[in-house]
């Protein structure tokens, strides 16, 4: 079982930047690949990054790729995400999971889930 809990969201202007974090309540978070996905109103979430076990390997969608960047910290029991250069399109609720896989892309192969944190872009 992994609780995941986000912070970090808020309002910003395009160009700006935030950084997301996400607890976890787990005895075997180094067990789990971590990803953040994204969500508007009428859409399907949206894969932003994930990042392996270890931190080694990390993979990011195409609109966010070379903006933000997925870390974690094992010990700390936390992800984060940071993002640069942020647009108006980057506007939406941000999802942290945790995977039984090493690295996943796709919502349905993430296990938990927190409950969400809403960025807001204005142009």
């Known amino acids: 079982q992994v609780q995941l809990a986000e912070s970090g969201g808020g309002l910003a202007q395009a160009g700006d930047s935030l950084t997301l974090f996400c607890s976890a309540v787990?005895?075997?978070?180094?067990?789990?690949?971590m990803g953040w996905f994204r969500q508007v109103p009428g859409k399907e979430r949206e894969f932003v990054a994930c990042?392996?076990?270890?931190?080694?390997?990390?993979l990011y969608g195409d609109s966010v790729n070379g903006r933000f960047t997925i870390s974690r910290d094992n010990a700390k029991r936390i992800i984060g995400l940071q993002m640069n250069n942020l647009k108006p399109d980057d506007t939406g609720v941000y999802y942290c999971?945790?995977?039984?896989?090493?690295?996943?892309?796709?919502?349905?192969?993430?296990?938990?889930w927190g409950q969400g944190t809403q960025v807001t872009v204005s142009s």
């Open positions: 999971a945790a995977s039984r896989f090493l690295i996943k892309t796709t919502a349905p192969e993430y296990d938990y």
């Open positions: 787990t005895n075997s978070f180094e067990n789990y690949g």
């Open positions: 990042i392996s076990w270890s931190g080694t390997h990390k």
